[in-house]
């Protein structure tokens, strides 16, 4: 089973790829990297509260985890 700390820092790790993509995404969509930045840190934020939900439900399955 996965640590609740295991999962934190895998989260954070994440959100901070997506928050670096999401930026140069955005600022190539808008021409701005102030908005490109607003938009990163919204779906960082959505993003990391997700994957952290979502990591604590596959820690609690025990389907297709060698015994």
């Known amino acids: ?3 609740r700390a295991r999962t ?3 989260s954070v790790v994440w ?3 997506g928050l670096v993509v999401m930026v140069v995404v955005g600022a190539i969509f808008t ?3 102030t908005t490109g930045g607003a938009m990163a ?3 960082a ?3 990391f509260v997700t994957y952290a939900i979502y990591e604590r439900v596959w820690a609690n ?3 297709g985890r060698d015994a």
Do not use: D, H, P, Q
Request: hydrophobic content about 55%.
């Open 41 to 43: 840190v919204i779906n």
């Open 8 to 10: 934190l820092v895998k």
């Open 45 to 47: 934020a959505l993003g």
């Open 1 to 3: 089973m996965e640590t």
């Open 61 to 63: 399955i025990g389907w």
């Open 15 to 17: 959100t901070l790829i």
């Open 31 to 33: 021409g701005s990297f």
